[in-house]
């Protein structure tokens, strides 16, 4: 058996209303019989709190909370402070712990991804990173400013690239971020894209076991569903909406944010329903009463392949992408499941859900696209194979 740690600084509650990744890993091996456990934070990223230590009890892992110092702001010193000195203490920690056979760490955060690197590399222990999103990159879509940002993150991408460097294994959620992590790693022959995805039974599931919605019969529905932060320009979306002008059309927002306030006012006027924060389950619910999905990305923003794009797809929802990651663009076009359109253009935007709004044979044949791709790219039954061999955690390793 196994002895693997799974670093990860965001994982939610633990109280089994999230879509997580490393939960679901977590589980995986778990059923595997290996011996797992989690090291992450005690800070609440999304409620800005410290977790209630009880939340933290979880079936068959051992989940290690450890001290991270609060922040009110995403984009400040003080985040970069915190999560400096939650690297610190998984140091300590992974010093005084039994080693482990394998550790799996997250990136972001980096701090934490540079010292375990560091640790494991001594130790003789496998280290097999998994990044989700690109720092400091994606912080230069905030703050971008000539010569001075380049100055301001350079240190930042070093302890990046340390981490990068350091690790046995490459894994992350796109081929743009592999590709990233191996441009300075030297040892590692082949890096691995595993898309984030969701686990299609669960996700049905949650459709067949939801709560009646009530929706009226002319209405159609666009959907988002994330984080209302700096990177999603929902703001285009409204003046999409305004442009067509259409009153059978509803914008069901789900999620919550930073820039929950200024969306909000932003869509005054129109048929907008900002839903806060739900658990997965009642996402999936009301996900599942949409009729398109929106995808709207900010002008160079990091992102590539990304939560959202799981459930729309396995939501069989035709999607509107304004993003501008090639990744997902060649996704978009090559399943024929929705339409790519000019980033900041809301009469490009307004167009293509014009035409999905006046073609409903065209909304289910893009529909039925998206669920295959959801299930040939997205299911993490099939798509988390990989990651499981690579921490040598298959069925037949008992």
Known sequence: ????????????????????????????????GH?????????????????????????????????EPTYAKNVSLRRFYSHYCWGKN?????????????VYC???????????????????????????????????????????SSAVFAPFKWIANSAYRRADEIIAVSQTYVDRAMRVNKKVKEGHSVFLGTDLETFDRNIAEKEPIKKEPDEL???????????????????????????????IVMGDGPERKTFEDCSKGLNVLFTGRLSYKEMCGILSECDIAVNPITKGA??????????YAAACLPVISTQE??????????????????NNDSLDLSNKISLLINDANLRKKMGINSRKCAEELFNRS?????????????????
């Open 221 to 251: 529905w666009l959907a988002y569903c994330g984080t209302l932060g700096a990177s999603y320009d929902l703001k285009i979306v409204f003046d999409a909406m305004r442009r067509l002008n259409n009153p059978a059309l509803k914008f």
């Open 302 to 311: 990091a992102q590539s392949i990304i939560n959202k794009h799981a459930d």
């Open 90 to 102: 998984v140091y300590k920690y992974l010093k005084k712990r039994k080693k482990p056979d394998v």
């Open 106 to 148: 997250a990136i972001p955060t980096l701090k934490a991804a540079s010292v375990a690197g560091k640790y494991c590399n001594k130790n003789g222990i496998r280290f097999i990173i998994d990044v989700q999103d690109l720092w400091p990159e994606a912080y230069r879509m905030v703050f971008n400013v000539p010569v001075l």
């Open 1 to 32: 058996m196994l002895d693997v740690v799974i670093i990860a600084d965001f994982c939610g509650s633990f109280d089994h209303r999230e879509n997580n990744r490393f939960i679901y890993l977590a589980e995986q091996l778990a059923k595997r």
């Open 35 to 67: 011996s797992v456990e989690i090291v992450t934070s005690d800070f609440s990223h999304g409620a800005k709190k410290q977790f209630n230590p009880i939340v933290a009890k979880y079936d068959a892992i051992k989940v290690t909370m450890l001290h």
């Open 325 to 342: 990651s090639k990744e997902y663009q060649s996704l978009v076009k090559d399943y024929k499941m929705g339409f790519n359109c000019n």
């Open 382 to 398: 099939n798509t988390y194979s990989t990651v499981l061999a690579l921490l040598g955690a298959t069925d037949d390793s008992n």
